[in-house]
């Protein structure tokens, strides 16, 4: 089946640690991009990519990264620069970046800082 | 800057009930406008959008929504509430060349 594959569902963080969630999609896609949700929260853009080997910081970039050396793939690192990370994280794609198309979503990762 | 507001952080109905759960945009330029669900531990699933072609816009699930211009609306509504609608409801808006902004979600409960 086409769709939006995120991992791993759950992870867990120990201070100064940098962790990597990973996003895959199989629906063609060209862009993609990340999202954080805190609880009872609305969802806040991180990283976006318009194309492969290309992407713009989102409204909270500080303290994450991400690459995007295949269509396909979009990961984000958070690291230890990101003070409060404990989230859910949510990757997304679009067939393009144009304002009218659907952003679809993965199922989300949950990040705890222990 | 573009942003939505939606109107009750909490909705409560019975089953059976109509489901009206509010959004407001901000701006004068018309917008693509979204709802999405939510339901636990998982990822958002598009409902339904609105792209100018019909102000009357049907989803999935029985849900439906008005785009009102005249007062920057675009209410999500559904006749009849089922159990399996209890889930959180988020309405985005984008505007050309910007980025999908997000409301601070309604979360619906549905009592028996």
């Known amino acids: 089946d086409g769709g939006i594959t995120q991992s791993p569902k759950y992870l867990f963080r120990k201070e100064g640690q940098n962790v990597t969630l990973s996003c895959e999609q199989n629906?063609?896609?060209?862009?993609m991009y990340w999202y954080r949700q805190d609880p009872g929260q609305g969802l806040r853009l991180i990283y976006y990519?318009?194309?492969?080997?290309?992407?713009q910081k989102g409204d909270i970039a500080e303290g994450y990264s991400v690459s995007r050396e295949k269509k396909e793939s979009f990961p984000l690192t958070v690291t230890s620069a990101q003070k409060n990370p404990t989230a859910f994280y949510l990757c997304?794609?679009?067939?393009?970046?144009?304002?009218?198309?659907?952003?679809?979503f993965g199922e989300g990762s949950w990040l705890t800082v222990v | 800057a573009q942003s939505v507001t939606q109107l009750g952080s909490h909705v409560s109905v019975s089953e059976g009930a109509l489901v009206l759960l509010r959004c407001n945009y901000s701006s004068s330029v018309p917008p693509y406008l979204f709802w999405y669900v939510q339901y636990p531990n998982q990822g958002l699933q598009l409902l339904l959008k609105y792209t100018s072609a019909a102000t009357l816009v049907k989803g999935i699930n029985g849900f439906e929504a008005e785009f009102k211009k005249s007062e920057t609306s675009f209410h999500l509504t559904k006749p009849s509430a089922h159990m399996s609608d209890a889930a959180e409801y988020f309405c985005a808006v984008r505007y050309a060349g910007n980025m999908l902004t997000f409301g601070g979600g309604t979360r619906l409960m549905v009592k028996p």
């Open positions: 997304a794609s679009s067939i393009t970046w144009s304002s009218g198309n659907t952003i679809y």
């Open positions: 990519s318009q194309i492969v080997n290309d992407f």
């Open positions: 629906l063609n896609h060209d862009a």
